[in-house]
């Protein structure tokens, strides 16, 4: 098969999920938000961080000949009037979910300000705000300008909260081991109003592991997207930490430890092998969960039941082209994966199970990786950005 041929056609289908799946009313103060899933009884949920994915998205499209730069800059523009004028947030930082009609917090019971979530858009947001300059730019400078991220600074243990809320008494939970929040450090230290601490960087745990023949700073449940996520935007392939750390190299180690647990497969599951791989938190038979690789954190046990997410394989395509492109090459026959917006997002061939929606983050990471694989665009864009360069040399990125 012409793996890049169909590469691009799962490319083209991952950007039609974030302009199909938005608010396009422009009437609506909920304009530009888009479906954290397609699952039936989710119509009205919108996810911030699919936000991120779809501005990032918009300049993707435009170059790529999807849609014209009009109708791009103008969904650009009114998401971000949105975010600006009428989404609920808590000193910046928006809520998890929101209501796709109103942009309003949707689960007001139990939904928190979310610093990983509002980072995700933030990436998102300074991706579309250097492609389009103009008012996009204005309208970003001034939804981050109100983000206050000492708010979420928890001093005392130098490590971020995880979330807010004031019910709760303020910041709750804390970012105090590897995982998918280094693009919080570039945010959060680099912001001209609220920042924090360069130190904070030093203050979460660095846990080095092995699996398979290759060491690794692992994420506590093991899953490849937390190796992931911060890439899509920053580039780290020629950067080391003052640690001599390089993130790049690490997701390369990850990726392929990934695969080697599913060669492995101490389970025995049918569905795991060398080219059905890249475990990670997904849709499952029973619900959603965080399937991931070993080593894992010393609470936690492997609850890998033989579900497989396709694109926690395509997320790692820059760091391991060969192996994802073989693995692209497989779940294009899986039977019944093809959906309408590209491969569904999970399967398990042990129960005979496809999952039947899709769900926003995992079409992103799908659409920023291959397009970074080919162009490198969306990392292109946010290395530009004044912030990103001003905390690349706070944090002693070299």
């Given at each position: 098969?012409?793996?890049?041929?169909?590469?691009?056609?799962?490319?083209?289908?991952?950007?039609?999920?974030?302009?199909?799946?938005?608010?396009?009313?422009?009437?609506?103060?909920?304009?530009?938000?888009?479906?954290?899933?397609?699952?039936?009884?989710?119509?009205?949920?919108?996810?911030?961080?699919?936000?991120?994915?779809?501005?990032?998205?918009?300049?993707?499209?435009?170059?790529?000949?999807?849609?014209?730069?009009?109708?791009?800059?103008?969904?650009?523009?009114?998401?971000?009037?949105?975010?600006?004028?009428?989404a609920d947030h808590e000193h910046g930082f928006f809520y998890h979910f929101l209501d796709m009609r109103t942009a309003k917090r949707y689960f007001?019971?139990?939904?928190?300000?979310?610093?990983?979530?509002?980072?995700?858009?933030?990436?998102?947001?300074?991706?579309?705000?250097?492609?389009?300059?103009?008012?996009?730019?204005?309208?970003?400078?001034?939804?981050?300008?109100?983000?206050?991220?000492?708010?979420?600074?928890?001093?005392?243990?130098?490590?971020?909260?995880?979330?807010?809320?004031?019910?709760?008494?303020?910041?709750?939970?804390?970012?105090?081991?590897?995982?998918?929040?280094?693009?919080?450090?570039?945010?959060?230290?680099?912001?001209?109003?609220?920042?924090?601490?360069?130190?904070?960087?030093?203050?979460?745990?660095?846990?080095?592991?092995?699996?398979?023949?290759?060491?690794?700073?692992?994420?506590?449940?093991?899953?490849?997207?937390?190796?992931?996520?911060?890439?899509?935007?920053?580039?780290?392939?020629?950067?080391?930490?003052?640690?001599?750390?390089?993130?790049?190299?690490?997701?390369?180690?990850?990726?392929?430890?990934?695969?080697?647990?599913?060669?492995?497969?101490?389970k025995g599951f049918i569905g795991f092998h060398k080219d059905a791989w890249g475990l990670s938190d997904c849709h499952g038979p029973h619900g959603y969960r965080g399937y991931g690789t070993p080593p894992f954190h010393p609470n936690l046990r492997?609850?890998?039941?033989?579900?497989?997410?396709?694109?926690?394989?395509?997320?790692?395509?820059?760091?391991?082209?060969?192996?994802?492109?073989?693995?692209?090459?497989?779940?294009?026959?899986?039977?019944?994966?093809?959906?309408?917006?590209?491969?569904?997002?999970?399967?398990?061939?042990?129960?005979?199970?496809?999952?039947?929606?899709?769900?926003?983050?995992?079409?992103?990471?799908?659409?920023?990786?291959?397009?970074?694989?080919?162009?490198?665009?969306?990392?292109?864009?946010?290395?530009?950005?004044?912030?990103?360069?001003?905390?690349?040399?706070?944090?002693?990125?070299?």
């Open positions: 098969m012409n793996t890049e041929k169909f590469l691009m056609a799962e490319h083209a289908a991952c950007f039609d999920f974030f302009w199909d799946c938005a608010t396009s009313d422009t009437a609506r103060c909920g304009y530009g938000l888009v479906l954290d899933k397609t699952e039936k009884g989710s119509e009205n949920v919108a996810s911030i961080a699919g936000v991120g994915f779809a501005l990032t998205a918009l300049p993707i499209g435009i170059e790529r000949g999807y849609i014209t730069k009009t109708a791009g800059e103008q969904r650009a523009v009114g998401t971000l009037k949105t975010f600006l004028h009428h007001a019971y139990y939904d928190c300000a979310s610093i990983i979530d509002t980072s995700l858009f933030l990436n998102g947001a300074i991706t579309a705000a250097e492609y389009f300059g103009g008012e996009c730019a204005e309208l970003f400078e001034q939804i981050f300008e109100r983000v206050n991220w000492a708010l979420y600074y928890n001093e005392v243990d130098n490590v971020y909260f995880m979330g807010y809320d004031p019910a709760r008494g303020g910041g709750f939970g804390a970012w105090d081991m590897y995982a998918e929040q280094l693009m919080q450090y570039i945010l959060g230290v680099a912001h001209p109003k609220y920042p924090v601490p360069a130190k904070i960087y030093n203050g979460f745990r660095r846990d080095l592991g092995e699996y398979g023949g290759h060491s690794f700073y692992n994420s506590p449940a093991g899953s490849l997207f937390t190796h992931q996520f911060s890439h899509a935007w920053y580039d780290f392939k020629n950067t080391v930490d003052k640690d001599g750390i390089n993130w790049f190299e690490n997701s390369v180690s990850a990726s392929k430890a990934a695969r080697q647990y599913s060669i492995d497969n101490p492997d609850i890998n039941d033989g579900t497989v997410p396709p694109r926690g394989a395509l997320g790692s395509l820059i760091f391991t082209p060969n192996e994802v492109m073989a693995a692209f090459e497989y779940y294009c026959k899986v039977p019944n994966l093809q959906g309408r917006h590209g491969l569904k997002n999970s399967y398990n061939q042990d129960l005979a199970w496809v999952c039947d929606f899709d769900i926003a983050i995992d079409k992103g990471i799908t659409l920023l990786m291959i397009e970074n694989y080919f162009t490198g665009l969306p990392q292109e864009l946010y290395m530009r950005n004044s912030y990103v360069k001003k905390a690349a040399k706070l944090l002693g990125w070299t």
